[in-house]
């Protein structure tokens, strides 16, 4: 895919949602911004701002071609050997600095909200927000809040679901990414808001459970280690948690955000 449309609250925040779905650096890309973002009273009644990012297709420079005098010539067989010397070092240079690249998750406890022990809400400031963005992406869903301490859970369902929900659950973790941002932007408490779809959140941590587990029985038989997709913190804490207690595996994670991801391996 060479390009990317992104919906977010300010442009800054559309193009960095769609640098993370091309994979590319801000660098590599044009954008194109084409729905300005205005403000509502509170972030209600606010409009997204709309952007489209393409990558940039790279054009290969080519060289000059020195004239081939005898003297050049001799003088570039004389260096050619410290130039692929120099090539060789600055590949092993970056090899040892992946490895060094290589972090611990800080924190194995999963924030459950369990939805059963929150109270149903017929107006809230997520839901007014969720709502009349739903409605402008011309989507048709019943949505649902429900609060708690400090936690606002919103549960939607309808022919749309799948819309919302996208590849992996990145479309529904925008929304809520977005939906967080709106609601603590002037908020002096800071409220956890969760965004669900069809259930889809509890379905995905089960599925996730199960990877882990059948790849952790897979490193046991191979005594090979697996390197996980890249998976967004939630994501990897679940695979963590899970493996945490097998006595003959251990988990880390390497790389950086949005491509960080979880290696499995016996425990030495």
Same mark, same amino acid.
């Given at each position: 895919?060479?390009?990317?449309?992104?919906?977010?609250?300010?442009?800054?925040?559309?193009?960095?949602?769609?640098?993370?779905?091309?994979?590319?650096?801000?660098?590599?890309?044009?954008?194109?911004?084409?729905?300005?973002?205005?403000?509502?009273?509170?972030?209600?009644?606010?409009?997204?701002?709309?952007?489209?990012?393409?990558?940039?297709?790279?054009?290969?420079?080519?060289?000059?071609?020195?004239?081939?005098?005898?003297? !050049?010539?001799? /003088? $570039? @067989?004389?260096?050619?050997?410290?130039?692929?010397?120099? *090539?060789? #070092?600055? +590949? %092993?240079? &970056?090899?040892?600095?992946?490895? !060094?690249?290589? /972090? $611990? @998750?800080?924190?194995?406890?999963?924030?459950?909200?369990? *939805?059963? #022990?929150? +109270? %149903?809400? &017929?107006?809230?400031?997520?839901?007014?927000?969720?709502?009349?963005?739903?409605?402008?992406?011309?989507?048709?869903?019943?949505?649902?809040?429900?609060?708690?301490?400090?936690?606002?859970?919103?549960?939607?369902?309808?022919?749309?679901?799948?819309?919302?929900?996208?590849?992996?659950?990145?479309?529904?973790?925008?929304?809520?990414?977005?939906?967080?941002?709106?609601?603590?932007?002037?908020?002096?408490?800071?409220?956890?808001?969760?965004?669900?779809?069809?259930?889809?959140?509890?379905?995905?941590?089960?599925?996730?459970?199960?990877?882990?587990?059948?790849?952790?029985?897979?490193?046991?038989?191979?005594?090979?280690?697996?390197?996980?997709?890249?998976?967004?913190?939630?994501?990897?804490?679940?695979?963590?948690?899970?493996?945490?207690?097998?006595?003959?595996?251990?988990?880390?994670?390497?790389?950086?955000?949005?491509?960080?991801?979880?290696?499995?391996?016996?425990?030495?």
């Amino acid at each position: 895919m060479d390009y990317s449309e992104k919906w977010g609250v300010d442009v800054e925040e559309a193009v960095k949602l769609a640098l993370i779905d091309l994979k590319v650096s801000r660098e590599e890309v044009e954008v194109t911004v084409l729905e300005e973002p205005s403000k509502g009273f509170f972030g209600i009644g606010s409009k997204l701002a709309k952007v489209r990012v393409e990558k940039i297709k790279k054009v290969e420079e080519e060289k000059p071609q020195l004239d081939a005098q005898p003297e !050049k010539k001799e /003088h $570039k @067989e004389t260096k050619a050997p410290k130039k692929n010397k120099a *090539k060789k #070092e600055h +590949k %092993e240079a &970056e090899k040892k600095t992946d490895k !060094k690249e290589v /972090h $611990k @998750e800080s924190s194995l406890n999963i924030e459950v909200v369990n *939805k059963d #022990e929150l +109270k %149903e809400i &017929e107006e809230h400031a997520a839901l007014d927000f969720l709502k009349d963005m739903t409605g402008k992406m011309g989507l048709s869903l019943n949505l649902k809040a429900k609060v708690g301490e400090d936690v606002v859970y919103i549960e939607m369902d309808g022919k749309d679901s799948g819309t919302v929900i996208g590849k992996r659950g990145q479309t529904l973790d925008a929304i809520q990414y977005l939906t967080s941002l709106v609601i603590n932007k002037d908020s002096d408490k800071y409220v956890k808001v969760v965004v669900d779809a069809e259930n889809y959140r509890a379905k995905r941590q089960k599925t996730l459970e199960q990877l882990a587990n059948r790849l952790a029985a897979k490193v046991i038989k191979t005594k090979k280690y697996v390197r996980l997709e890249p998976m967004n913190p939630y994501e990897r804490k679940v695979i963590h948690a899970t493996l945490q207690q097998n006595p003959n595996i251990t988990t880390r994670s390497e790389g950086d955000e949005p491509y960080r991801r979880v290696i499995i391996e016996l425990k030495k």
